[in-house]
T-cell receptor, first 112, second 112 residues
Framework: DQQVKQNSPSLSVQEGRISILNCDYT??????FLWYKKYPAEGPTFLIS?????DKNEDGRFTVFLNKSAKHLSLHIVPSQPGDSAVYFC???????????FGTGTRLTIIP | NAGVTQTPKFRVLKTGQSMTLLCAQD?????MYWYRQDPGMGLRLIHY???????AKGEVPDGYNVSRLKKQNFLLGLESAAPSQTSVYFC???????????FGPGTRLTVT
């Protein structure tokens, strides 16, 4: 049972445009969400996170939106740059839970 | 700081052989984790540890054992490797109370 779902395995976006990556979850106990970025042959690196008490968090070109009623979050990258080409994983955790549940990832390709 | 390091980077095993993967972190993190990454499956938690001398099962623990004898090290053992254990293995660590996990570069294991 996949509790965190990333239904788009891949996404291609023109350089300079907005990239929108989506993530859905089923477990209503999740209250903290993270996005990780992964380059080939490297480990994932933390990108941005959001707590369930917020509906938006921004960090430079990256913004994460959380819609609790729909159990949906999205990552917006504006403007998209070639260095953003990577696999992006969504992850979730419940309060006081030391474990993360990851989605299956979305491969983002930025076209120059 | 080296962060999280993993040894070895690559390994090929024959079915039935055993091996140990070593993870080390120099950030004084309390929590450590072992994941496997397979195509289309995302990152799945194998085992984790919330402190020296403690371990717990994750989502896919069968066929693996772990030990945390020192705070900075977390070992993952395969007693009798199977082709289904062909995967990329990632170690991660985090502070107590933090959701953000720091990942190592990964070990690519092939079992023939």
């Amino acid at each position: 049972d996949q509790q965190v779902k990333q239904n788009s395995p891949s996404l291609s976006v023109q350089e300079g445009r907005i990239s929108i990556l989506n993530c859905d979850y089923t477990n209503s106990m999740f209250d903290y969400f993270l996005w990780y970025k992964k380059y080939p042959a490297e480990g994932p690196t933390f990108l941005i996170s959001i707590s369930s008490i917020k509906d938006k968090n921004e960090d430079g070109r990256f913004t994460v939106f959380l819609n609790k009623s729909a159990k949906h979050l999205s990552l917006h990258i504006v403007p998209s740059q070639p260095g953003d080409s990577a696999v992006y994983f969504c992850a979730a955790s419940g309060f006081g839970n030391e474990k993360l549940t990851f989605g299956t990832g979305t491969r983002l390709t930025i076209i120059p | 700081n080296a962060g999280v390091t993993q040894t070895p980077k690559f390994r090929v095993l024959k079915t039935g052989q055993s091996m140990t993967l070593l993870c080390a972190q120099d950030m004084n993190h309390e929590y450590m984790y072992w994941y496997r990454q397979d195509p289309g499956m995302g990152l799945r938690l194998i085992h984790y540890s919330v402190g020296e001398g403690t371990t717990a099962k994750g989502e896919v623990p069968d066929g693996y054992n772990v030990s945390r004898l020192k705070k900075q090290n977390f070992l993952l053992g395969l007693e009798s490797a199977a082709p289904s254990q062909t995967s990329v293995y990632f170690c991660a660590s985090s502070y107590h109370g933090s959701y953000e996990q720091y990942f190592g570069p990964g070990t690519r294991l092939t079992v023939t």
